[in-house]
Nanobody
């Protein structure tokens, strides 16, 4: 069984940066597609970014393109989310999630399709 643990959240002013990390334990990160979701107060959980097991394809939701960067270090069993030019609307609890790919080789992007979750880390962006 794999466990995911996020770190790196905090309070930052608008325009600032944070780097979140998601450390895998129990199983190797490179067995899974890895995703970041976020949930703002009163809103549904939404996908932010995700990548395939091999890292060959990475998805970004439109609102974070050009500001957020997904990366992973298989040797450290850790995935990262670099968040730049943060805005108050980015305020949310950020969750790391993972699943193996479908038989077609693709990955669904819905939160309900994720199998493994971290507990989340809070990001607060002040104006």
């Amino acid at each position: 069984q794999v466990q995911l643990s996020e770190a790196g959240g905090g309070l930052v002013q608008a325009g600032g940066s944070l780097r979140l990390s998601c450390t895998f334990s129990g199983r190797a990160l490179d067995r899974y597609g890895v995703f970041w979701f976020r949930q703002a107060p009163g809103k549904e959980r939404e996908i932010v970014t995700g990548t395939t097991r091999t890292g060959s394809v990475t998805y970004y939701t439109e609102s974070v393109k050009g500001r957020f960067t997904f990366s992973k270090d298989n040797g450290k069993n850790t995935a990262y989310l670099q968040m730049d030019s943060l805005q108050p609307e980015d305020t949310a609890v950020y969750y790391c999630a993972a699943r193996v790919g479908l038989s077609t080789g693709g990955y669904p992007l819905q939160s309900a399709a994720m199998v493994f979750w971290g507990k989340g880390t809070l990001v607060t962006v002040s104006s």
